[in-house]
């Protein structure tokens, strides 16, 4: 049918994930954490974000396969003989 929600939806987190990741890795050693007594928070929920979009594309993905009613899979054929 059409497009799954969980796939844009996975690759926006991924990419928010992995820019706060990225900016949490590059600051990791500044003062900035200061005040949030030396917790890495862009660290940590880049992370957790990049987890979780990652989780919602590949379930997006593995979906749109088991769904898909034009090329199903070899054992669900409807005529009974597999096509070749």
Known sequence: ???DI????????LITG???TFWGIVTRHSGIYAKSMDV????????LML???L????VGRRQK???DPVNP????HKSGTPRH
């Open 18 to 20: 992995g820019l706060i």
């Open 40 to 47: 890495n928070i862009n660290l940590v929920w880049g992370i």
């Open 6 to 13: 969980r796939i844009p939806l996975g690759l926006i987190f």
């Open 51 to 53: 987890v979780f979009g």
């Open 1 to 3: 049918m059409g497009l």
């Open 65 to 67: 396969w088991q769904d």
């Open 73 to 76: 899979r070899p054992w669900e």
């Open 55 to 58: 989780a919602m594309f590949l």
